[in-house]
């Protein structure tokens, strides 16, 4: 099994910075694509950054130039460093993998999420 935990949230000021950070622990075989989503309230979740093993990345139009995803794939961890902070991003964040487990079985994994607060 695949676990995921996040941390790094908090509440900070418009122009601030933050960087989120999620962690995988148990047995597979391997980590394909990783990503970071949010969910404010009211509305849907929507993907923020992901990042493929090979470092190929993907980010949302509204972060592009402020947020950047990367990752380390031997300590298996994902990063989000979130700059230029608006308070449109005030969401809670969610880390999610893709991976294969020994003996071939495709799981996607979520972490609990950590909350983003942004104040004008």
Not at 7 to 13: D, E, N, R, T, Y
Not at 78 to 89: G, I, R
Request: charged share 20%; hydrophobic share 35%; aromatic share 6%.
């Amino acid at each position: 099994q695949v676990q995921l935990v996040e941390s790094g949230g908090g509440s900070v000021q418009a122009g601030e910075s933050l960087r989120l950070s999620c962690a995988a622990s148990g047995i597979s075989l391997s980590i394909h694509d990783m990503g970071w989503y949010r969910q404010a309230p009211g509305k849907q979740r929507e993907l923020v950054a992901a990042i493929t093993s090979g470092g190929s990345t993907d980010y949302a139009d509204s972060v592009k130039g402020r947020f950047t995803i990367s990752r380390d794939n031997a300590k298996e961890t994902v990063w989000l460093q979130m700059n230029s902070l608006k308070p449109e991003d005030t969401a809670r964040y969610y880390c999610n993998a893709d991976a294969t487990l020994l003996g071939g079985r495709r799981l996607e994994v979520w972490g609990q999420g950590t909350l983003v607060t942004v104040s004008s």
